[in-house]
């Protein structure tokens, strides 16, 4: 059965390619195109997977982390192998305002943390920190898929001016022909919806991968600002509560 229809399949995968090399100039510069806004597309999706993947185990390595150390300067030590965890970079920014103190900018590494500055707007300097953190790396991970999104509302859009344009063809070649058999038209209108299969097969892709990351993107979000609540919380209740005790 398969070598009585592979002749067929290997028959249709030609006629397909024959449609795209005898498209008109119009349609093959709209094909070039559209392949140009897949490959980048699926480079994104690609590099997108691999960077949200590890901004995700490393936050839970940071966490895990974080929950289980004693002191915030060991941790904060400790962290500095998770580069590309969100909650390792928000929790650096916030240390390092926690450390800085107010006419001078400490070493983090080796500040003590019982010489901070615990003056009244430091809370609010450290919670600032924080959310310029948090938009920082809500930024690096938002980077390059709205190109995706781009992709998926365009793509479609710029298949079908490459169908239309073929179309165009077809009728101008009835009136030279003049001839509306549909030998004559059934060429140029097949090689006019290659153009609208091809956005199509840019833009699904896209569209997909744009809503699936920004949901991870999202969700990550939301363990920043938890994050952010917990550091601040602790913060508070062990450095500018009338007490200084060692974290």
Known sequence: MSGFL???LGGERGNILDLVFNAGLV???????LLVFSTVSWAIIFYKFKLIGKAQKESEMFLRLFRRGKRL?????????????PLAN??????????TKPEETSNPESSDLTAM?????????????LNRATASEVTRLEKAITFLATTGSTTPFIG???????????????????SASLAVVAPGISEA????????????????????????????ETEMDNFSQEFLNIIERNFFNGSRKKV
Do not use: C, H, Q
């Not at 300067?73 to 965890?85: Q, T």
């Open 6 to 8: 592979s002749p067929l």
């Open 27 to 33: 349609v093959k510069l709209v094909l070039l195109l």
């Open 73 to 85: 300067d060991a941790v904060f030590n400790s962290s500095k192998n998770l580069l590309r965890s």
């Open 90 to 99: 928000i929790f650096r920014a916030g240390y390092i305002e926690l450390t």
């Open 117 to 129: 500055s615990t003056d009244l707007g430091g809370i609010d300097n450290i919670s600032r920190a």
């Open 160 to 178: 079908l001016f490459g169908t239309v344009w073929g179309i165009m063809d077809s009728f101008r070649g009835i009136g030279v022909t003049g």
């Open 193 to 220: 919806l290659v153009a609208t299969a091809a956005g199509l097969a840019a833009a699904i892709p896209a569209v997909v991968a744009y809503n699936y990351y920004l949901n991870r993107i999202r969700v990550l």
